[in-house]
């Protein structure tokens, strides 16, 4: 019927075009950057990255105001806070339990191990084309399930989002990354890029987690849209992850 009574509706400008969609109350204008923050780039918008790259993240996720204030993502219901993310990237064997006894020199302790062990020399396994990569990386994920912390409790996605427990995403040690670092490096420099950095990888971890709601709402502030200023507010508090954000941008 709702469908019936659109397509029936006459307009003539598009300002009546735009409203005669509108059925959700709350909707809101989009707003669009200038050429300026186009060319500005990532440190026009939020400043330049810290040095010190994993010092100024784990502050960022574990010293900050917000750090253990639980937020809910909107796909798939995870709940969780920025503590236990930044130790899901790292896989840590205790779990989400784990998160608040792990110091910033127990984390930096893991990346000098796992940096030490990508620069040794690649192992005999040969991974020259995409095709090569994309089944390693099948095939360590399945030696991840298989591995006794995989268990290990960790927030989790909603089962009224996700219904099939075996998509959930599963916890990885760092140090099982190691392969896939390695093989990616290689392909790198075949074509004579420069090579993925540990920070970047800890990136993309952190990204493709449930953090993407706070990198997204302090991206999305800038707009000034009441709304997206609001929520940016409520998640972050202020916490604008300028170095995680860097990482995530490299």
Request: a negative charge; one cysteine or more; proline letters at 3%.
């Amino acid at each position: 019927q709702g469908t019936k009574e659109l397509t029936s509706i006459t307009v003539a400008t598009t300002q009546e075009y735009n409203e005669k969609y509108v059925q959700v109350e709350g909707c809101f204008d989009l707003s669009y950057g200038s050429l300026d923050s186009f060319y500005g780039g990532l440190e026009n918008q939020v400043g330049a990255p810290r040095p010190e790259f994993l010092r100024a993240v784990h502050q960022e996720h574990c010293d900050a105001i917000e750090s253990d204030k639980e937020f809910t993502t909107g796909n798939y219901g995870i709940t969780t806070t920025s503590r236990t993310e930044f130790a899901f990237a790292f896989g840590l064997d205790g779990g989400a339990a784990a998160a608040r006894g792990t110091s910033l020199q127990d984390y930096e302790r893991m990346v000098s191990e796992f940096s030490k062990a990508g620069e040794a020399e690649a192992e005999d396994e040969i991974i020259n084309t995409k095709k090569d990569f994309v089944i390693l990386c099948d095939q360590q994920l399945e030696k991840v399930q298989q591995r006794p912390n995989a268990g290990v409790a960790w927030p989790s996605e909603s089962t009224s989002k996700l219904k099939d427990p075996t998509k959930c995403r599963q916890p990885r040690n760092l140090e099982s990354f190691i392969k896939e670092f390695k093989a990616v490096n290689r392909l790198l420099a075949n074509i004579k890029e420069p090579a993925l950095l540990v920070a970047e990888l800890l990136g993309a971890r952190l990204y493709t987690g449930p953090m993407f709601v706070k990198y997204n709402a302090v991206l999305r502030s800038f707009t000034k849209v009441e709304f997206m200023v609001k929520q940016f507010k409520d998640l972050c508090e202020d916490n604008m992850f300028v170095t995680t954000l860097h990482a995530i941008n490299s």
